[in-house]
Protein backbone atom coordinates (compact mmCIF):
# COMPACT_ATOMS: atom_id res chain seq x y z
CA UNK A 1 0.00 0.00 0.00
CA UNK A 2 1.36 3.31 -0.51
CA UNK A 3 0.98 6.53 0.55
CA UNK A 4 0.06 9.61 -1.55
CA UNK A 5 1.30 12.78 0.32
CA UNK A 6 -0.85 16.21 -0.84
CA UNK A 7 0.81 19.38 -0.35
CA UNK A 8 -1.48 20.00 2.59
CA UNK A 9 0.05 16.93 4.73
CA UNK A 10 3.55 17.39 2.98
CA UNK A 11 3.02 20.67 4.86
CA UNK A 12 1.75 19.77 8.02
CA UNK A 13 4.72 16.84 8.30
CA UNK A 14 7.17 19.82 7.58
CA UNK A 15 5.88 21.84 10.20
CA UNK A 16 5.83 18.74 12.47
CA UNK A 17 8.82 18.34 11.97
CA UNK A 18 10.30 21.85 12.49
CA UNK A 19 8.40 22.03 15.46
CA UNK A 20 9.73 18.92 16.98
CA UNK A 21 13.74 20.10 16.16
CA UNK A 22 13.22 23.93 17.38
CA UNK A 23 11.99 21.82 20.63
CA UNK A 24 15.16 19.74 20.75
CA UNK A 25 17.25 22.85 20.75
CA UNK A 26 15.35 25.11 22.67
CA UNK A 27 15.09 22.98 25.61
CA UNK A 28 18.80 22.54 26.17
CA UNK A 29 19.83 25.65 25.90
CA UNK A 30 17.29 27.01 28.12
CA UNK A 31 18.42 24.32 30.72
CA UNK A 32 21.68 24.78 30.40
CA UNK A 33 21.84 28.55 30.42
CA UNK A 34 21.80 29.53 34.37
CA UNK A 35 21.19 26.16 36.09
CA UNK A 36 17.89 24.33 36.78
CA UNK A 37 14.74 25.74 35.61
CA UNK A 38 12.58 25.01 38.35
CA UNK A 39 13.51 24.26 42.15
CA UNK A 40 11.69 23.25 44.79
CA UNK A 41 12.36 23.93 48.69
CA UNK A 42 11.10 24.63 52.36
CA UNK A 43 10.83 26.64 54.95
CA UNK A 44 11.29 25.61 58.45
CA UNK A 45 9.69 27.26 61.33
CA UNK A 46 11.41 29.96 64.23
CA UNK A 47 11.20 27.10 67.27
CA UNK A 48 10.75 30.09 69.31
CA UNK A 49 7.11 30.54 67.82
CA UNK A 50 6.01 27.37 66.98
CA UNK A 51 3.07 27.10 69.34
CA UNK A 52 2.02 30.39 67.85
CA UNK A 53 1.71 29.26 64.04
CA UNK A 54 0.35 25.78 64.76
CA UNK A 55 -3.45 25.61 64.91
CA UNK A 56 -4.35 23.88 68.48
CA UNK A 57 -7.31 22.31 67.13
CA UNK A 58 -4.68 19.93 64.76
CA UNK A 59 -1.97 17.86 65.88
CA UNK A 60 -0.21 18.11 61.88
CA UNK A 61 2.82 20.58 61.74
CA UNK A 62 2.55 23.95 59.44
CA UNK A 63 4.12 23.27 56.54
CA UNK A 64 5.68 25.55 53.59
CA UNK A 65 6.85 25.08 50.55
CA UNK A 66 8.26 27.12 47.52
CA UNK A 67 8.47 26.86 44.09
CA UNK A 68 10.40 28.57 41.79
CA UNK A 69 10.47 28.57 38.28
CA UNK A 70 12.83 30.59 36.00
CA UNK A 71 11.44 32.88 33.38
CA UNK A 72 12.68 34.57 30.46
CA UNK A 73 12.01 38.23 31.63
CA UNK A 74 11.70 37.25 35.39
CA UNK A 75 11.12 34.52 37.77
CA UNK A 76 7.61 33.26 39.57
CA UNK A 77 7.44 32.26 42.92
CA UNK A 78 4.85 30.04 44.76
CA UNK A 79 4.61 29.53 48.30
CA UNK A 80 1.99 26.93 49.63
CA UNK A 81 1.29 27.01 53.42
CA UNK A 82 -0.78 24.20 55.15
CA UNK A 83 -1.81 23.80 58.69
CA UNK A 84 -1.56 27.15 59.86
CA UNK A 85 -3.51 28.94 62.67
CA UNK A 86 -6.53 30.21 60.89
CA UNK A 87 -6.36 34.23 60.10
CA UNK A 88 -2.50 34.38 60.94
CA UNK A 89 -1.19 37.32 58.58
CA UNK A 90 2.52 37.55 57.63
CA UNK A 91 5.37 39.55 55.47
CA UNK A 92 7.52 37.67 53.15
CA UNK A 93 10.90 38.76 52.38
CA UNK A 94 13.69 37.49 50.74
CA UNK A 95 17.03 37.98 52.94
CA UNK A 96 21.02 37.90 52.67
CA UNK A 97 21.10 35.54 55.88
CA UNK A 98 18.84 32.84 57.83
CA UNK A 99 19.12 32.56 61.59
CA UNK A 100 19.87 28.98 61.02
CA UNK A 101 22.37 26.39 60.01
CA UNK A 102 22.12 24.03 57.15
CA UNK A 103 21.07 21.37 60.04
CA UNK A 104 18.37 23.54 61.69
CA UNK A 105 20.52 24.54 64.54
CA UNK A 106 19.31 28.49 65.80
CA UNK A 107 22.26 30.70 65.32
CA UNK A 108 22.12 32.51 68.74
CA UNK A 109 23.82 35.60 69.32
CA UNK A 110 22.42 36.51 65.78
CA UNK A 111 23.61 39.54 64.41
CA UNK A 112 20.90 40.54 62.07
CA UNK A 113 19.62 39.19 58.74
CA UNK A 114 21.72 41.47 56.37
CA UNK A 115 19.98 43.00 53.26
CA UNK A 116 16.16 42.70 53.16
CA UNK A 117 13.24 42.78 50.09
CA UNK A 118 9.92 43.07 50.80
CA UNK A 119 8.00 40.54 48.18
CA UNK A 120 4.54 39.98 49.22
CA UNK A 121 1.59 39.91 52.32
CA UNK A 122 0.85 36.57 53.58
CA UNK A 123 -3.10 36.08 54.65
CA UNK A 124 -4.01 32.64 56.18
CA UNK A 125 -7.54 31.72 55.50
CA UNK A 126 -10.36 29.89 58.48
CA UNK A 127 -8.34 26.23 57.25
CA UNK A 128 -5.21 27.44 57.91
CA UNK A 129 -4.20 27.64 54.41
CA UNK A 130 -3.02 30.41 52.05
CA UNK A 131 -0.84 30.36 48.24
CA UNK A 132 1.06 33.37 47.40
CA UNK A 133 2.39 33.87 43.59
CA UNK A 134 5.36 36.62 42.75
CA UNK A 135 6.73 37.49 39.89
CA UNK A 136 10.02 38.93 40.33
CA UNK A 137 14.07 38.28 39.67
CA UNK A 138 14.87 35.45 42.13
CA UNK A 139 16.98 32.66 41.08
CA UNK A 140 20.74 33.31 41.01
CA UNK A 141 20.66 37.24 40.56
CA UNK A 142 18.63 38.62 43.21
CA UNK A 143 20.65 41.22 44.27
CA UNK A 144 20.34 45.42 45.82
CA UNK A 145 23.01 47.86 46.36
CA UNK A 146 23.38 51.59 47.69
CA UNK A 147 26.86 53.45 46.69
CA UNK A 148 25.36 55.99 49.56
CA UNK A 149 25.93 53.79 52.09
CA UNK A 150 29.15 51.68 50.97
CA UNK A 151 26.71 48.64 50.08
CA UNK A 152 27.80 46.99 47.11
CA UNK A 153 25.78 44.35 45.13
CA UNK A 154 24.39 41.83 47.81
CA UNK A 155 22.54 38.72 47.10
CA UNK A 156 19.44 37.78 48.82
CA UNK A 157 19.35 34.41 48.28
CA UNK A 158 16.78 33.92 51.39
CA UNK A 159 13.06 33.72 51.96
CA UNK A 160 11.66 34.03 54.89
CA UNK A 161 8.07 35.59 56.14
CA UNK A 162 7.62 37.38 60.02
CA UNK A 163 4.29 38.17 62.06
CA UNK A 164 2.81 40.86 60.77
CA UNK A 165 1.15 41.75 63.94
CA UNK A 166 3.39 41.81 67.18
CA UNK A 167 0.60 40.30 69.38
CA UNK A 168 0.04 37.41 66.87
CA UNK A 169 2.90 36.30 68.76
CA UNK A 170 3.24 37.25 72.03
CA UNK A 171 2.41 34.57 73.78
CA UNK A 172 5.70 33.25 72.53
CA UNK A 173 8.02 35.82 72.08
CA UNK A 174 7.25 39.52 72.18
CA UNK A 175 9.66 41.44 69.52
CA UNK A 176 8.78 44.02 67.22
CA UNK A 177 10.57 44.34 64.20
CA UNK A 178 11.08 46.49 61.05
CA UNK A 179 10.11 43.93 58.41
CA UNK A 180 6.31 44.68 57.42
CA UNK A 181 5.16 48.18 55.32
CA UNK A 182 4.40 50.17 58.43
CA UNK A 183 8.18 48.72 60.44
CA UNK A 184 5.96 47.58 63.18
CA UNK A 185 6.31 43.71 62.23
CA UNK A 186 6.54 40.72 65.29
CA UNK A 187 9.25 38.08 65.17
CA UNK A 188 10.33 35.94 62.48
CA UNK A 189 8.27 33.05 61.81
CA UNK A 190 9.34 30.79 58.73
CA UNK A 191 12.76 30.73 57.15
CA UNK A 192 14.91 28.76 54.73
CA UNK A 193 18.12 27.48 55.72
CA UNK A 194 21.36 27.38 53.80
CA UNK A 195 22.98 24.68 51.68
CA UNK A 196 25.12 22.40 53.97
CA UNK A 197 27.90 22.46 50.78
CA UNK A 198 27.85 26.49 49.32
CA UNK A 199 26.04 27.88 52.60
CA UNK A 200 24.32 29.82 50.10
CA UNK A 201 20.40 30.46 50.23
CA UNK A 202 18.36 28.19 47.95
CA UNK A 203 17.48 30.88 45.68
CA UNK A 204 20.77 30.31 44.21
CA UNK A 205 20.96 27.11 42.23
CA UNK A 206 23.78 27.76 40.15
CA UNK A 207 26.48 27.79 42.63
CA UNK A 208 30.11 28.51 41.68
CA UNK A 209 31.83 26.69 44.10
CA UNK A 210 35.64 26.92 42.46
CA UNK A 211 36.56 29.30 45.76
CA UNK A 212 35.70 29.75 49.37
CA UNK A 213 33.27 30.54 50.23
CA UNK A 214 31.18 30.19 47.58
CA UNK A 215 28.98 32.61 45.10
CA UNK A 216 26.49 32.41 42.74
CA UNK A 217 26.92 31.97 39.11
CA UNK A 218 24.44 33.96 36.94
Keep these: MRLFHTPARRSALIGIALAAALAAIAIPMSAGASGPNVTRFQLYVN ?29 SLDLQLEHFKPHLAFDLFTVEKSNQTANGTVINPFPNFGLAWYQSDIQVDRNGRDHVHIRTILLDQIFGFDPAVGLGPTNTFHLGFWFNNPADADNCVHSVTPFNGEHTAGPLAFITRPNAN ?21
Aim: aromatic fraction near 0%.
Design 47 to 75: PAVRNCVQDPNSSQLPTVEATVKRGDLND
Design 198 to 218: TQLGPLCVNPDTSHVPATCNP
